[in-house]
């Protein structure tokens, strides 16, 4: 029997494969004094030399795995490899100081990104300290002689394991080789974990010790369904695993015959199950899974894949792509959202205690404005290719609301003037995750057209538990009587000003929360697309007033989370 982890499943699937770990080195460097600064400099030219190469071969390989676009990225940094000043000044100053080329490369290469990133009126040269950072970092661990982490070299079937996966590591698995993965922090709505069921790459999440405990070709099993893993898993245990899959695959099966009807409960109440994207690249997805419309597409992706702020073309050539791409199913794109775990090198947002809480989301777009504009304008000019519906995050409080639909009237008004024509069917709505939103939706109802509860937040800043720090996860309760009257507030208030309500949190798709929602009367439902045919299924076994009971029962009776799946059971039977 092997050694048993168990973590939080975040995405469904099972996988067999070797361990592929994706470690941070460390890379601190020491200052040292040297002799033959000749033979130092020789050594500091083979280290450019050998970054280059890993870099062309990164370059192509990403470009044959995610996309050319994607793989421009790195063009920048081999450009910035090749700068003579770095270099000259590198070898200047070992000659001069007698010192190791990975101590004088370093002060080099910081004294660029201070000087660059000092130029905060200028993003091209804000953007080159960030290339500088990363190719420090390759340099030196060539120096140092250690490996970097690089996903997109995986060129046989692995089980990725790592401490946690940003979003643009997640981006560069290639779906081939990359069988699952694990990691040792993070909570089911990590943006790592949601990036992983668009994939459809099966995930366990916040397994704490799988990168102690684990090497590299170790044999692991993954069950992203019940979040375990197994450390070199025993004949029978492999076994075990490939039957689940199997019954997975057959279950899917049997989803997929519902793939293009409606959703209905048993007792003939429709509601609209959508899809939530991260690039026109999960239009598959939505398409494959049978989604009425796309009620998240969470735009930021756009500008985290790329190495500078996306221009007004990029973006509504992007968001015509997904408007065109759904046929006129109703498409709810949500205006930029970094912050948070979502980083963007380029802007140089500064380090901040509480990133959560912090400069973020519309907060930002209401800061700088410009390049609020700008998502603005590609949206608006995309608005006649379908059903556009316009949607911002994080908002607090009806001050910034307002600033930001006086924003689009301004630009709409603009581009009106110069002869552009914008769909009048367009929507503009709020993602309610801030309880103070969720408390005064009545108020915010009257001027918006519609809401999405984003529970990911919601339930972190209601609870008080960071969503990606597994050590309260347990607080991180999505049936706690406390979130399901926000959401109930929330859906009435929409309702009583005609408006709809819809979910685009994970809970929208959890099916133990469905029941509940259905009962609530919430109207759309927005979830990872490969949960979309399984969430139709159990809404046709659903009969929509006893749902209500059980709804009602729950908001007013129950007094924990535990009392509350406990209802759900015994009603969903
Ligand atoms: C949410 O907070 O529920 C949400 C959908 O947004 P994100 O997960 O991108 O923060
Ligand atoms: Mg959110």
């Known amino acids: ?162 401490e946690d996966l940003t979003p643009s590591d997640t981006a560069q698995l290639n779906k081939k080789y990359v069988k699952a993965f694990v990691t040792d922090v993070g909570g089911r709505t990590s943006h790592s974990a949601i990036m992983a069921r668009s994939l459809e790459i099966p995930a366990v999440v916040g397994a704490g010790q799988i990168t102690s405990t684990v090497k590299k070709g170790q044999e692991l099993v993954v069950d992203g369904v019940a979040g375990e893993v197994i450390i070199d898993p025993s004949d029978q245990e492999i076994e075990a695993n490939e039957e689940k899959a199997s019954e997975y695959e057959s279950m899917k099966a049997e989803w997929n015959k519902l793939k293009d009807e409606p959703s209905i409960s048993k007792d003939g109440v429709q509601v609209e199950l959508a899809a939530n994207i991260g690039t026109p690249k999960d239009l598959e997805g939505v398409s494959n899974n049978g989604a009425e419309g796309i009620g998240l597409y969470r735009t930021e992706f ?109 630009e709409k008004d603009k581009l009106e003037d110069q002869g552009q024509t914008i769909s009048d069917s367009l929507q503009i709505g709020i993602m309610i995750e801030i309880p103070a939103a969720a408390m005064l939706a009545d108020q915010f109802a009257k001027e918006v057209d519609f809401f999405s509860v984003g529970t990911n937040d919601l339930i972190q800043y209601t609870m008080a538990a960071d969503r990606l720090n597994e050590r309260v996860s347990y607080l991180y309760q999505p049936y706690n009587p406390s979130i399901l009257r926000l959401i109930h507030n929330v859906i009435q208030a929409a309702h009583k000003e005609g408006k709809w309500a819809g979910m685009c949190g994970e809970m929208a798709g959890d099916q133990l929360a469905v029941p509940l929602l259905l009962g609530m009367g919430l109207d759309e439902f927005s979830m990872s697309a490969t949960s979309v045919l399984k969430t139709r299924s159990l809404i046709s076994r659903l009969d929509s007033k006893e749902m209500a009971e059980l709804a009602n029962k729950a908001l007013t009776e129950c007094t924990t989370q535990d009392e509350v799946v406990k209802l759900v059971e015994e009603y969903t039977k």
Do not use: W
Request: no cysteine; proline share 4%.
């Open 302 to 410: 756009l500008y985290m894949d790329s190495s500078e702020l996306p221009s007004e073309e990029d973006q509504f050539q992007a968001y015509k792509e997904v408007l065109e791409g759904v046929d006129g199913k109703p498409v709810v794109v949500r205006t930029m959202d970094i912050g948070g775990d979502k980083e963007l090198p380029y802007l140089d947002l500064p380090d901040e205690m509480n990133p959560f809480l912090g400069y973020r989301a519309l907060r930002i777009s209401l800061d700088r404005d410009e390049i609020f504009r700008t998502q603005i304008r590609a949206l608006l000019r995309a608005s006649t290719y379908g059903q556009l519906r316009i949607m911002f995050p994080m908002v607090s409080n009806l001050d910034e609301l307002r600033a930001a639909k006086a924003i689009v009237q301004e």
């Open 1 to 162: 029997m092997g050694n048993k982890l168990t973590g939080i499943a975040a995405s469904d699937g099972f996988a067999h494969a070797k361990a592929y770990p994706l470690v941070q080195p460390d890379l601190t460097v020491s200052k040292q004094s040297v002799e033959d600064t000749e033979a130092e400099v020789e050594r500091f030219k083979a280290a450019i030399d050998q970054a280059t190469e890993e870099l062309q071969t990164i370059r192509q390989k990403a470009a044959e795995s995610v996309g050319e676009e994607e793989a421009q990225v790195f063009d920048a940094h081999i450009m910035v490899l090749a700068d003579p000043d770095l270099s000259d000044q590198t070898t200047t100053k070992i000659k001069e100081d007698q010192v190791n080329a990975a101590y004088a490369f370093e002060a080099v290469a910081d004294n660029f990104i201070t000087i660059f990133e000092g130029m905060e009126d200028n993003p091209y040269m804000q953007e080159r300290a960030s290339d500088i950072k990363d190719i420090k970092k390759r340099v030196i661990a060539h120096l140092l002689g250690v490996d970097l982490p690089d996903p997109s070299a995986i060129d046989e079937e692995v089980v990725v394991i790592a």
